[in-house]
Every structure is written in C-alpha cells, then in structure tokens.
C-alpha cells in the first residue's frame, strides 16, 4: 500500500467542520477512484476520477461531498459541515491501464 | 441493495483446517478481484479473474470464478493463523480499469492456533 499515499491517517472533527482528505496516487496512475468503508462492512464507492475529470460519481452523496483531482497535485475529498454519520474509514485507489487497484492506507474520519 | 454476497460473514477456525469463503451475484462481471484487508490498513488485492470457469492458485489459495461470470469463490488450503483477516470480493462492471468495483460486505477470518 506505500505506493498511494493518503494523509492524513486519522482525522477529527467536530460537526458542522469542513474535512479535507488527499490521496496521491501511484506513480503512473491517471485513475483515481475514492471509497468509504463502514465498520465491519465492504468498501463502498463514491467517486471516480481521471486528472481534471470527474468520470463517474454516482457513489457521492449529493450534498456536502465534492472531490477533484487537479493537473498537479494530490485527489481531494471534501466533506463540509461534517455530522457523526460520515465517521468512517475513506479510501483511495489508483490504478494503470491493466486491471487490479492499488489502495492507500486509508483516512480515519471521526466527528465528535 | 447488495449486489455481491458474501458467505460466511465470519469465520473462526483451527489452524490446519480447509476452508471456502463464497461471493455470489446474479449479475455479470466482466473481472472479479479478491482483496485481504488487515486491521487499520486498506485492501491488498490477492487475485483477480476474467475468464468464466478460470481457476487460479496462490499458494495454498485457490480461487474461481463461475462459469457464468456472476460468482466466485476462495479456497484456502491448511489454512495458518497468519491467514486471518478480512477478505473481500469485488466485481468489476466494465473492461479493464474504466469503472467502479462493487464490494461484498466481507468475510471475517480468524484462524486459531
């Protein structure tokens, strides 16, 4: 997992604050893609994105979630006014042109 | 709704015994991936199959996808406490890597020494 880097590792907010999560992906990798895991259960998918392009985000709530993945610079994931059921566990994968997906270490989200 | 079941969601065993974890689904995919996740970390892809009927081996694991594409399952051989973890199934909809992967809710393994 070293190769996609996520930070932070572990992030706490209280409610109603803006969280803002990043995710540099593989050396290579054009495709990024975001995921929320819930305790004890499988990962679910909110967005996928290429450089400058949101392809699919039809896994992103429709308020308050947003996310982007500039020209230069790490992915993004941005929850504003957080409450307590966005705690949970966010990951980013990236990925190359033959199949399989390199996943980060994961965001820990808790709000309090 | 959950597109992609898992079964058994837990599963505690002794180290040396067999076991078979299934991933099941009345839709198509065109890949199937199998991840491990430990504790604080994220996936770590294990396998991923394309082909209907293809069987593929890693070592004492042994995995395949059904014939109709729409199922999968992992065998694990003499399984060993180092086995433990979380292991998912995920299907891909789309060729290559263009798409989202939808996720079985997991199977929990712990194997006891």
């Known amino acids: 997992n070293a190769g996609v880097m996520q930070n932070p590792r572990h992030l706490v907010r209280r409610r109603g604050q803006e969280a803002r999560l990043r995710c540099s992906p593989m050396k290579g990798h054009s495709h990024v893609y975001w995921y929320r895991q819930l305790p004890e259960e499988g990962l679910k998918f909110m967005v996928y994105l290429q450089k400058e392009n949101i392809i699919d985000e039809s896994g992103m709530p429709k308020e308050r979630f947003s996310a982007e993945f500039p020209k230069e610079g790490p992915s993004i994931l941005r929850i504003q006014q957080v409450v307590r059921g966005d705690s949970a566990a966010y990951f980013c994968a990236s990925s190359p042109f033959d199949y399989g997906y390199t996943f980060g270490s994961g965001t820990r989200l808790t709000v309090v | 709704t959950q597109l992609l079941e898992q079964s058994p969601q837990f599963l505690s065993i002794q180290e040396g015994e067999n076991l078979t974890v299934y991933c099941n689904s009345s839709?198509?995919?065109?890949?199937l991936q199998w991840y491990r996740q430990e504790p604080g970390e994220g996936p770590v892809l294990l396998v991923t199959?394309?082909?209907?009927?293809e069987v593929k081996k890693l070592k004492r694991l042994t995995f395949q996808f059904g014939d109709a594409r729409k199922d999968s399952s992992l065998h694990i051989t003499a399984a060993q406490p180092g086995d433990t973890g979380l292991y998912l199934c995920a299907g891909a909809r789309s060729s290559g890597n263009t798409g989202k992967l939808i996720f079985g809710q997991g199977t929990t393994l712990q194997v006891k020494p």
């Open positions: 199959v394309v082909t209907g009927g």
């Open positions: 839709s198509v995919f065109s890949s």
